[in-house]
Nanobody, 121 residues
Framework: QVQLVESGGGLVQAGGSLQLSCAAS????????IGWYRQAPGKQRELVAI???????NYADAVKGRFTISRDNAKNSVYLQMNSLRPEDTAVYYC???????????????WGKGTLVTVSS
């Protein structure tokens, strides 16, 4: 059973930095895309940043120039470096992966449990 486990959330002052990490493990799989979503209180979950096969990277407009996503294929991991954090970045950040697996259901969307990032003003 594939699992995504996040780490690195916490409390930071506005203008500060945090790095989130996510590792995929369990079973045999290949990664089509892996990245980060977030959900703020009372709001819908939204894409933050994602990296896809072929080196394609997409960022939400709200984080461009401040956040950087990176991927370590050898470790089946993805990272999110968050700089110049703002109070509006406060949210639960979820790791997401689109995987192909060798066992049923042979792939699909996988989510981590989330890690809370709180940015104080």
């Amino acid at each position: 059973q594939v699992q995504l486990v996040e780490s690195g959330g916490g409390l930071v002052q506005a203008g500060g930095s945090l790095q989130l990490s996510c590792a995929a493990s369990g079973g045999t799989f290949s990664i089509n895309a892996i990245g980060w979503y977030r959900q703020a209180p009372g709001k819908q979950r939204e894409l933050v940043a994602i990296t896809r096969d072929g080196g394609i990277i997409n960022y939400a407009d709200a984080v461009k120039g401040r956040f950087t996503i990176s991927r370590d294929n050898a470790k089946n991991s993805v990272y999110l470096q968050m700089n110049s954090l703002r109070p509006e970045d406060t949210a639960v950040y979820y790791c997401y992966a689109d995987l192909n697996t060798v066992t049923p259901p042979y792939g699909g969307d996988y989510w981590g449990k989330g890690t809370l990032v709180t940015v104080s003003s």
